[in-house]
């Protein structure tokens, strides 16, 4: 379960408020839609639950851990244990191979490493081809020479290796097409109820929002209206 | 540790700039091999050229011209020593030995030594090595040489081929003493000293080469043939220069000023050991400013690794994201960073070691050959990779620069680095 209580957080102690949310939960295996337009503090959320940032005020617990009482290097463990990400673009680490790329959190979680199983590339192998994605074909280039569409679904494989309890996704369709939007969302979706994890999924794009057990638009749970 | 593997990755994938990278730094530690290797072995051998000769006698000149010409065979005399003066103090009886020198002919570029058998005998080089025979044996007769190992293996002679001594300095065949050819009688051991770039013939071979000669050229009309020249008396009247042993050290002072203040003829007489200390110490201005060249060459290699890795900070803001977002550290992104200046330093190094011993054994033989310093092809020494720890020290540190930039720039980034 994720409970934020009476978050406020700022840059900097004389800029405005960015956020300033009295209580967001979400269940466990709850699939949550934010919608919000871009600059509307949903980055600093995301920042936020993956304890990159601390709020000025407030508590932010994750799985029953208090972000804010670990120290910055627990917290990057915290993460790299329990969280998986997928962002808009340009989500490879350009100097890996595919698999490798997919395996990027677990050379820093041993604990998403023993949850992919004994072999954790043939785990890779098993994510990428239920992408969708041809691994015989793909392994062997630079990332950087597959498709936007292609690369995202390389992103949710590696959101999900290990099967952690979160996956918070932020834009990951608005460099897709129309049909590649649809595919991927769908794909995203099965792999996250496999995986049994919960999922919090960022947009400005309400078209997507029927697929999501539960929606809420950001501005109506931060009373802060941050510019933009 | 996670780092070390991406480091790698990393480094490889952007293989044409960190190649030009690691080139810089190979060139560079070469450069800083090469120098040290060449220092410490002139110093050696420096040291090691002459041992156990107590006084070094010649011509009134200065000390440094007279250890020049009569051990390095360097420059020449400007005056010589009577034959007169030179038996006067043989016999003074606090000496053990003496070895006459005459220096002034050549063969080929290598110069040659007038001297008499007791130069096998009492001649110390090194931790007082005695002069051994590779082959063949001290010259007998009037026309035998023995050649120093250089010449020998340069020249590809053996014992009992013939070779013509040319008068002076200059090139083969401009001054021959064509008409009294000598005969191969030894080879010496090598020695890394100047004497396997030397031609030694006796005193009396010397002698015999000039009967017909005056002032430099032969006398017209005066041809002595090499069979006449056996029948004359072969005594020199001058020779350049001789060494000096003594039967108890004790005496070389006393001896010195004695040889100094001879009334005959002008003299001046040298401990090898302060001459060559002399001479060593007004290299070592050089010395110390090639090291400092070099390793400001070092430095230079260091300065052009961190500006790659800054310029490439820039672009690399989304990768520090991602690997933030998997769970790194902050400090993860420091020591990547780190690792890939350790990493290029440690190629570098690789690649200077190879230039250093392909350089080193292109130049080997030439170096041997003009200067007589032997530069030996062996693993680094204790020294040298002391040097090379602290050249990836400085690289580390040098990458520690890029790598707190990276760092502040991923604690401000986040996990949302746009571009």
Known sequence: MIRLADIRFRWRSRDPLVLDIP???????????????????????????????????????????????????????FRADHIGFVFQMFNLVPYLPLIDNVLLPCRFSARRRGRAGARPDIEARRLLAHMGLDVERLAGRPVSHLSQG???RVAVARALIGTPELVIADEPTSALDENARAAFLSLLMEEVDKAGSTLIFVSHDARLQPAFGRSLALGEINRASPGG | MPIVSLALKSVLNRAATAGLVVFAIGVSVALLLGVER?????????????????????????????????????????????????????????????????????????????TDRGYFEHYRF???????????????????????????????????????????????????????????????????????????????????????????????????????????????????????????RLAVFGLQRRINEYRAEPLLAILPGVALQELWDLMGTAEAALSAISVFVVATGLLCMMATMLA??????????????????????????????????????????????????????????????????????????????????AGALSGAIPAWRAYAQSLADGMTART
């Open chain 2, 126 to 248: 090194g931790r007082r090595n005695r002069l051994s025979f590779a082959a063949g044996a001290p010259f007998d007769d009037v026309f035998d040489a023995v050649l120093g190992a250089e010449v020998a293996d340069r020249l590809g002679y053996r014992p009992g081929d013939p070779i013509v001594v040319s008068h002076g300095l200059g090139a083969s065949g401009i001054s021959d003493h064509a008409d009294k050819p000598f005969r191969v009688a030894g080879i010496l051991a090598r020695t890394g000293t100047p004497v396997d770039r030397t031609v030694h013939v006796s005193l009396q071979g010397i002698e015999a080469i000039h009967v017909d000669w005056r002032h430099g050229a032969p006398i017209p009309g005066l041809a002595v043939t090499a069979e006449a020249v056996r029948g004359m008396d072969l005594t020199p009247k001058t020779i350049t220069a001789f060494l000096v042993g003594l039967k108890s």
């Open chain 2, 38 to 114: 060449v220092r410490t072995e002139a110093r050696a051998s420096f040291a090691n050229t002459i041992s156990g000769t107590d006084l070094i006698v010649g011509a009134r000149s200065g000390a440094l011209p007279l250890l020049l010409y009569s051990v390095f065979r360097i420059g020449n005399a400007t005056n010589n020593i009577s034959w007169k003066s030179y038996r006067t103090i043989a016999r003074s009886p606090e000496i053990a030995w003496t070895i006459p020198l005459s220096l002034g002919d050549s063969h080929r570029g290598f110069r040659v030594l007038g």
């Open chain 1, 23 to 77: 209580e967001l939960v979400v269940d466990d295996g709850e699939k949550l839609f934010v919608r919000g337009p871009s600059g509307g503090g949903k980055t600093t959320l995301l920042n936020l639950l993956g304890g990159v940032i601390e709020p000025e005020a407030g508590t932010v617990s994750i799985l029953g851990t208090e972000i804010a009482d670990l120290r910055g290097g627990a917290r990057d463990a």
């Open chain 1, 150 to 152: 292609e690369q995202q």
């Open chain 2, 312 to 393: 490439g900070l820039g672009e690399r803001r989304r990768e520090m994201a991602i690997l933030r977002s998997v769970g790194a550290r902050p400090a993860h992104v420091f020591g990547l960073l780190v690792a890939e200046a350790m990493a290029l330093t440690i190629a570098g190094i690789a690649v200077g070691l190879g230039i250093f011993y392909a350089a080193l054994a292109l130049a080997q033989p030439t170096v041997s050959a003009s200067y007589g310093l032997y530069l030996p092809i062996a693993p680094p020494t204790g020294r040298e990779l002391a040097f090379l720890g602290l050249v990836i020290f």
